[in-house]
């Protein structure tokens, strides 16, 4: 009698609900079985980041997702990562994060680990790709790649009907004063 094989351990980082709606499902359809990280420090302030995090935590409980959430805050961990490189500080973000990922996921037992921020237009995705393919060196861990760009709008057409939170720029401090300084311009420039 053959032995039954065994579905082998994602955990997924998650950046936020958005763009885990499709990522999720996508893992799941190429035959892992799928758990979701938390660890987000660069989401600044403290009330957004319980925001995005609840809106997380209902789309895990709508899709059955395991999820983890990493103890603490660490904020002061991102701004020591990130001084003195602000105008390269995503590279620093993406180490941050995905290093806690794949770490967690050798410590757990998982086979591999991804993010969901490989969904986004929006993110510096060969960056992101690079990290993961460093960290993974590092760790021993695989880093599972898959460019889900084209699906970002299904992923947040998922995410439509549910009641939850939709956050307005990347996370951190500097990305909502680039965001809304040149609203704030363009405001100051009306008659
Ligand atoms: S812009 Fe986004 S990815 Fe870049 S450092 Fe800020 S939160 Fe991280």
């Not at 999720?24 to 660069?42: D, E, F, I, S, T």
């Not at 002061?76 to 994060?97: K, N, S, T």
């Not at 757990?108 to 993974?136: C, D, M, R, Y």
Request: include cysteine; hydrophobic fraction near 30%; proline fraction near 4%.
């Amino acid at each position: 009698m053959n032995t039954p094989l065994k579905t082998p351990k994602l955990l997924l980082h998650t950046c936020c609900a958005h763009c885990a709606a499709y990522t999720v499902g996508y893992w799941r359809k190429q035959g892992y079985q799928v758990a979701a990280l938390w660890y987000n420090p660069n989401i600044h302030p403290f009330m957004e980041h319980q925001q995005r995090l609840e809106a997380m935590k209902s789309l895990a409980q709508k899709i059955d997702l395991p999820m983890e959430i990493a103890e603490g805050y660490d904020v002061i961990a991102y701004f020591r990562q990130v001084a003195g490189h602000e105008a390269d500080r995503c590279r620093y973000c993406f180490q941050l994060r995905l290093s806690r990922t794949a770490e967690t996921a050798r410590q757990k037992g998982f086979e591999a680990f991804t993010t969901t921020l490989l969904i986004s237009p929006h993110q510096k995705h060969e960056l992101i790709v690079q990290t993961g393919n460093q960290v993974a060196k590092e760790t021993s861990v695989e880093f599972l790649y898959a460019d889900l760009r084209k699906r970002y709008s299904d992923s947040r057409h998922i995410t439509k009907s549910m009641d939850i939170y939709r956050q307005q720029y990347c996370g951190c401090l500097y990305s909502e004063w680039e965001r809304y300084a040149s609203t704030s311009k363009r405001e100051e420039k009306k008659p």
